[in-house]
């Protein structure tokens, strides 16, 4: 509050400031006056477009728990009066839509808002772990190319901001995302798409893919999404041969990887939580990129770098899931077959001892 | 018992602590991170003046957040805290949380605070048996004086309990009533000792704390509740009936802790 009345009384002062110069230079205070005028009109557009960005559905889109349900956050735990949970998952867009546990006698969480990072799991794993009970149980889930590292940015670091603990957002975006969180005008041209949108009426939420039990998509548009998959995948990590060897840049990335790994299993372990991983399955039109070659290259000989006794459920080979109508698109499964895998995981799990 | 301060206002803060201290309360709990230790100081230094209770009758804890530990300053923070609360010394300082990577530099650094006569007590809240034995075996001048930690009949944590009673650390209980949660509301066994000693479940639950020997950390804005819960001294739990209270632990903890401390 305090704030709010210093930046009024600067305000106040500059515009003393102005009357005193217009009627120094003009002899007269109606410059000034309009001056005034035309400041207020605009400082009100301006809160006013400000507003209307933030209350809209692409702004809380941005964000990765938006209604406070998806993580026990200060404000889900003094909502739900649920705790110890028998197992919370990890990972990527793979992982938002293979686990699904309504039907599940279980107490568990899916952790993946989507696009996220392993570094972004660990740091959610350190924000939200106490939610887990004695010896609970952590999916790591692992995707194709988790054991190598990509770039992240100020959008990534906006997604979390109000999820993680301050102090787990790297440094480097603090301000700009806390300037971001208070004015979304900053957005620029991203923002002003936005209030059209709002004024018009198409600022509604975007309908969820996978609410479905079948796959809309055609064989010919499953093939082409695929394709598609795999050459963003090889843009983004400077991939020639999904067969060949790793890039210099890719091994370093994998080194940053092995150590993240380690240091969020030390986490998980220190705690008395047990970790495992899982590899979701995949459609068979982008299991044909996924040879036996490229698993090794890109999947197992990471876990093995990791040197870390860690169960293994892998869910990508055989021919389980290869149903396409599991799945939504080449690449994740809708909702008849996210319950399906969610099913078959808790089983296993339970025939392991670890639920 | 102690009376928590945490998020009230001025006016709100006045209306209790006094009806607090008419009752016979004498023990306040504040932290820096609740945003208002001056409202805590202004009104206990106007409530000892117009009650004419001295100094040395009122028990004050306050403790050190996570950003304070962070800034490291330490011995600055102890001279803000009793700018606030308009005093020479706080009864017992705590550390907040086990804030990663910062926790046991700060221990050390109160040890050398407490020696200057500011804090007549040091100690921390919310730490598990893992950080004891990390700070322990960074090595420590000083003995814990006081800890505080959630504990309930649904959260009885009798590890940390014994750890303290072996070294001789007092130990305070937050959420003594785990907030009345529907479980606590409706077990049968509390309803049967209310029942059976004309006292409340809030009650019951208070006497077994003192039978424990762990010192309930409460936060009522009523004052007919207040004398309520300093009206627990006129009966007595069995053994067997404080085994039943207790066995209503499920290790179930209200406030999670790495929500306040990431990396907990």
Redesign the interface.
Known sequence: MKKRYYAVLIFLLLNIAVQLLCMTVFCSYTPGVILIILEVVSLAVLFGCNRTVRTSNWFKGLHADPEHERY???IW?RKH?E??FDLINLGSNSAKYAFDYTEEPVRAMNWSSGSQTLIDDY?LM??????L??RGTVIITIMPFTGINKQTGLTDAFKFWKV??Y??TDPQYRIKCGLLERFPILFGMAAVKTIVKVVIGRDGRAADEADTDRNPMSEDMLKAHAARMIAAWKHEFSIDSLEGPLTDQNHEGREIRIAVMRSLLD?IE?RGYRPVFVIPPVSSYLKEYFTDAFQEIYIYSYLKQIERSVPILDYMKGDEYDDKGLYFNSYYLNRRGARIFTHRVMADLAGMGLL | MVMSTNYMDYRLMKEVVAAGLKCGFRAFDTARDYGNEDIVGRVLSECMRELHIPREEIFITTKIGNSQQILGNIDRQIEISLKNLRTEYVDLWLMHWPYPDYYIETYHKMEKVYHSGKAHAIGMANYRLRHFERLFDAGIEIMPHGVQYECHPMRTADEILSFCKNNNIAVQAYSPICRMIPEIRNADCLKSLSDKYHKTIAQVILRWHFQRGTVPVFKSTKPERLRENIGIFDFNLTDDEIREVSSLNQDYKYHLESASCPGY
């Open positions: 026990p956050d200060n735990y009066d705790r110890n740091k350190r924000n939200f772990h106490s939610i009970k004695e993680l603990d102090t787990q986490f220190e």
